[in-house]
């Protein structure tokens, strides 16, 4: 199924039986807490990400399943509010990190959606992929890497002193080194010659550009569900180009210039090809989101992978994104609140005696 020009990682038989299971789930969560009070999901979110994320079809299906969502006055102390059963937060700054840290120590019956300092973790790009890195995932169905890179912290004329000696191979990807919301940290480049590295500003990664056939796979992960949707990225880029280019090339948002394939310039033939581009195997999947998530220590994120071009199993992880656009994933309202639910039937299982 085709949507915002994203592909869903659907299987027929699969995606029948896992139907199945959900409407089992559900009937069963729904008769361990419908005789408990509604769910109530507090949450902390940009005005811009509560708008993409609380669609009305996803409130909608959450009242139906007894689950309110309630905006956190961020003008009022966290503790006097609620009481919430879950908190549910997408907001940077190191005095909310203090305080839903106080507020965790002091409510710790409240899930909060996910803990600051595991956040903190994937916000920085020299400490995101190091945890896929030790990792070292390889089995039968693939092998998940990174690409080889370096961080500058600054000097930017040091640059191409520091590429040679990490032997680096050009056209490298730059990107900021903090991932702190803004539409720039984001944005990346990609610098063709030596000349051009020290015209990159600090802080920032580098990394080895890899042909991946202009293909981006997003892995969303929404505590044990999995969902994967294909997006347009870079262009592989020849040996002639890397001959004929040079300078620094600015991609800003690579993976959401084609966010919609009505609004998209993309030739018919090019959509085609990433339409048809063969998924990463599901058990290598399910096995990377379940290693990350305990060493991540989070239940929200989305993984970007691509598949080196020429290859059918060598796979690099490029970034990783704490509470992505949800909404842009097909079925995205009944995979999250099935989400929440399954979080209070955690609680429920684990601690009766609390639940009743």
């Known amino acids: 199924m085709r949507l915002n020009g994203e592909i869903s990682y659907r299987n027929d038989e699969d995606e029948e039986m896992k139907n199945e299971r959900d409407s089992s789930l559900s009937c069963s969560i729904g008769a361990d807490i419908s005789q408990q009070k509604e769910l109530v999901v507090g949450y902390a979110l940009t005005s811009k990400k509560t708008k993409s994320f ?5 409130e909608g299906l959450a009242r139906n399943k007894g689950i309110s969502f309630v905006a956190i006055d961020q003008n009022k102390p ?3 509010q609620g009481p919430f059963d879950i908190v549910l937060h997408k907001l940077s700054g190191k005095e909310w990190r203090r305080i839903l840290e ?3 120590q002091k409510h710790p019956e409240v899930t909060v959606l996910d803990p600051p300092d595991a956040i903190q973790h994937v916000y920085n790009r020299q400490s995101m992929l190091q945890d896929v890195a030790d990792l070292n995932l390889s089995d039968n169905y693939g092998i998940v890497g990174v690409p080889r890179q370096l961080f500058i912290m600054k000097d930017p004329s040091a640059i191409p002193d520091a590429v040679a000696k990490a032997r680096l191979t050009l056209p490298l990807v730059a990107k900021p080194l903090v991932v702190d919301g803004s539409a720039k940290s984001h944005e990346l480049s990609l610098a063709f010659d030596k000349c051009s590295l020290s015209k990159l500003d600090p802080p920032l990664v580098l990394q080895e550009f890899v042909n991946h056939g202009g293909v981006l796979f997003k892995v969303y992960i929404v505590g044990d569900a999995i969902k994967v949707v294909r997006r347009f990225s870079l262009p592989d880029v020849s040996k002639r180009e890397m001959l004929s280019n040079t300078g620094v090339l600015p991609f800003p948002r690579v993976s959401c210039a084609a966010a919609s394939a009505d609004n998209a310039d993309l030739d018919p033939a090019v959509a085609v090809f990433i339409d048809l581009a063969e998924l990463p ?5 399910e096995k990377l989101s ?3 998530r305990r060493r991540l220590g989070l239940r929200l994120f989305n993984i970007d992978i691509i598949r080196e071009h020429g290859t059918r199993d060598k796979y690099y992880v490029i970034d ?3 509470f992505p656009g949800l909404a842009k994933v097909p079925e995205y309202e009944h995979i999250f609140t099935d989400f929440l639910l399954s979080l209070v039937q955690s609680k429920f299982i684990t601690h009766p005696a609390k639940s009743s």
């Open 281 to 285: 195997p599901r058990p290598l999947l």
């Open 78 to 80: 966290l503790s006097d």
């Open 320 to 322: 990783i994104n704490y």
């Open 290 to 292: 379940r290693e990350l």
């Open 54 to 58: 609380l669609q009305p079809k996803l």
């Open 102 to 104: 106080d507020y965790r």
